[in-house]
């Protein structure tokens, strides 16, 4: 299964708002999917290091939020597959090929999408990874098929993985931050009904956009998704561990919290 140019080019022409802001220093979270990131393969960090990150964890306990710091200070680029996946449902339903179709419901009910389906993406923008800023990827790899794919081409570009970071936190936690989160459907930005609540209800602080709540946020696609965490992705611990990558950080506390626990723990690896 894979997917078209069409669908594609139709990702790219939703992201070139976010390649315009990313030039312009706004890092905005769906900015490097699109190819023309690779602009910033030649850029020198900004941060004095190119940090090359992979963020693991369940759903819902706070990936994202992390990426979009780490991204902005570190000056990383950010690939969230599950972004780029709902940037994809929001095409018109002709646009779709049938393999785009079928990823749009395995998500919906909280499955995973195929790995041919999520390589093909990913691949497609292999000079992102080479991105001299370095990245965070969220959301990829998910199984040990992708996570092997991925050591495969970062061995053949002989770019290393500085750590992958395992966030943690309890299931009643997580169940309270997803029920209440809320997403900007322009420039992608997450809040929170009550941990993170915008200055105006239903809108984004950054671009004003349309704030919205996530399909697969529903209680039923919750419980799906933690199964489909535990069974397919949380063998990825053991995997990296075995690789010497892991760094397990908990999760509980602000985002600032996390975030500074999280680069305490990095720079002492470094
Ligand atoms: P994806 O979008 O990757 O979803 P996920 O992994 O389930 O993670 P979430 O986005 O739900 O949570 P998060 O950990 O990023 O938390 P967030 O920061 O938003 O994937 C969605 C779907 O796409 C998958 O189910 C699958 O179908 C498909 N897919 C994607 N990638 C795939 C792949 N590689 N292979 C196969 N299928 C794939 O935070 C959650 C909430 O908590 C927010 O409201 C936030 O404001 C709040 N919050 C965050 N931090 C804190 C804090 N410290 N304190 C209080 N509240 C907080």
Redesign the pocket.
């Known amino acids: 299964m894979s997917i078209g140019g069409g669908e594609l080019k139709a990702f790219m022409s939703a992201q070139n708002n976010a390649i315009v802001n990313a030039e312009q220093g706004d890092h905005d979270r769906c900015g490097w999917f699109h190819p023309a990131a690779a602009h910033r393969a030649t850029a020198a960090p900004t941060s004095g290091t190119a940090w090359r990150l992979v963020l693991l ?11 979009d710091l780490l991204n902005q200070r570190l000056d990383a680029c950010h690939l ?4 780029l ?2 940037a994809a449902s929001k095409q018109k339903e002709s646009d779709q090929s049938p393999a785009m179709r079928s990823a749009m419901e ?2 919906r009910r ?6 041919s389906t ?1 390589w093909e993406m990913v691949r497609e923008r292999t000079n992102s990874i080479r991105c001299s800023s370095g990245f965070v990827l ?6 040990l098929g ?1 996570a092997e794919a991925l050591k495969q081409l970062m061995e053949s570009e002989k770019i290393p993985l500085n750590a992958v970071v395992n ?1 943690e936190l309890p299931l009643a936690n997580i169940v309270a ?2 029920s ?3 997403t900007c459907e322009k420039c992608k930005a ?3 009904v009550t ?2 609540p915008p200055k105006i209800e239903g809108v984004c602080d950054r671009c004003a956009g349309k704030l919205f709540q ?1 399909e ?2 529903r209680p039923e696609s919750i419980t799906v ?1 933690m199964a ?1 965490y535990e069974r397919s992705t949380a063998p990825l611990i053991e995997f990296y561990k075995a690789l010497g990558v892991l760094v397990s950080i908990p ?1 509980i ?3 600032e ?2 975030y500074a626990r999280t680069i305490e723990t990095l720079k002492a690896r470094a």
């Open positions: 964890g369940a759903p819902g306990v706070g990936k994202g939020t992390q990426a969230s597959t599950g972004d996946f709902r395995h998500m909280g499955e995973l999408v195929p790995d999520v969220d959301g990829f790899p998910r199984t992708q966030y931050r997803l209440g989160r809320r997450v809040y929170h941990g993170n996530r697969d946020d998704r489909v999760a506390g602000s985002p919290d996390i």
